[in-house]
T-cell receptor, first 115, second 116 residues
Framework: KAGVTQTPRYLIKTRGQQVTLSCSPI?????VSWYQQTPGQGLQFLFE???????NKGNFPGRFSGRQFSNSRSEMNVSTLELGDSALYLC??????????????FGSGTRLTVV | AQTVTQSQPEMSVQEAETVTLSCTYD???????LFWYKQPPSRQMILVIR??????QNATENRFSVNFQKAAKSFSLKISDSQLGDAAMYFC?????????????FGTGTRLKVLA
């Protein structure tokens, strides 16, 4: 079966712009989580969505937002981009969220570069 | 605050040999899960092995096993018969099982090089 699909794979944006990243979870998975990975801060939790509702949010500024659609696909948006937003953004899915105890299935990420 | 520490930024192992990656964690949770994930150059995080904290028995998955020392809050990964395909970044992570907590806490990673 298809895995977690993230698009685009690479993205280059200019400071001040906004960006939207997309994540399509495994079919049947309703929980989608987002993580930011940088060399300095490592992997940090952004937010988690389940059935179109945000259930938890990490310690990121309000410029970072997300949403989930009825087909479980999720998007995250970053407005007013800063150089420090350059990172690999990883999406992970699970069936219910509770089954995260068994491990997530991750996508290959979107590499965002802000110049 | 919960933390996960991987003190070895990089490790090397000869093909077919055994290597152990270290991880320590700190949590106030009474119940939690621990994981090792592998991130090859393809960037996808792949689950290697998981451990339920309430189980004393160490988890094993083929060539991968853990040494879980709950009192010491230590969770090391042993890779036996190392293969070239094992070369990757390895991340240790904890997940509280408290209802309402949905985020993994990751360590900073250990880069594993496998020498032919």
């Amino acid at each position: 079966k298809a895995g977690v699909t993230q698009t685009p794979r690479y993205l280059i944006k200019t400071r001040g712009q906004q960006v939207t990243l997309s994540c399509s979870p495994i079919s049947g998975h309703r929980s989608v989580s987002w993580y930011q990975q940088t060399p300095g801060q490592g992997l940090q939790f952004l937010f988690e969505y389940f059935s179109e509702t945000q259930r938890n949010k990490g310690n990121f500024p309000g410029r970072f937002s997300g949403r989930q659609f009825s087909n479980s696909r999720s998007e995250m948006n970053v407005s007013t981009l800063e150089l420090g937003d350059s990172a690999l953004y990883l999406c992970a899915s699970s069936k219910t969220g509770q089954d995260r105890n068994y491990g997530y299935t991750f996508g290959s990420g979107t590499r965002l570069t802000v110049v | 605050a919960q933390t996960v520490t991987q003190s070895q930024p990089e490790m090397s192992v000869q093909e077919a040999e055994t290597v152990t990656l270290s991880c320590t964690y700190d949590t106030s949770e009474s119940d939690y899960y621990l994981f090792w994930y592998k991130q090859p150059p393809s960037r996808q995080m792949i689950l290697v092995i998981r451990q339920e904290a309430y189980k004393q028995q160490n988890a094993t998955e083929n060539r991968f096993s853990v040494n879980f020392q709950k009192a010491a809050k230590s969770f090391s990964l042993k890779i036996s018969d190392s293969q070239l395909g094992d070369a990757a970044m390895y991340f240790c992570a904890s997940l509280p099982s408290t209802s309402g907590t949905y985020k993994y806490i990751f360590g900073t990673g250990t880069r594993l090089k496998v020498l032919a």
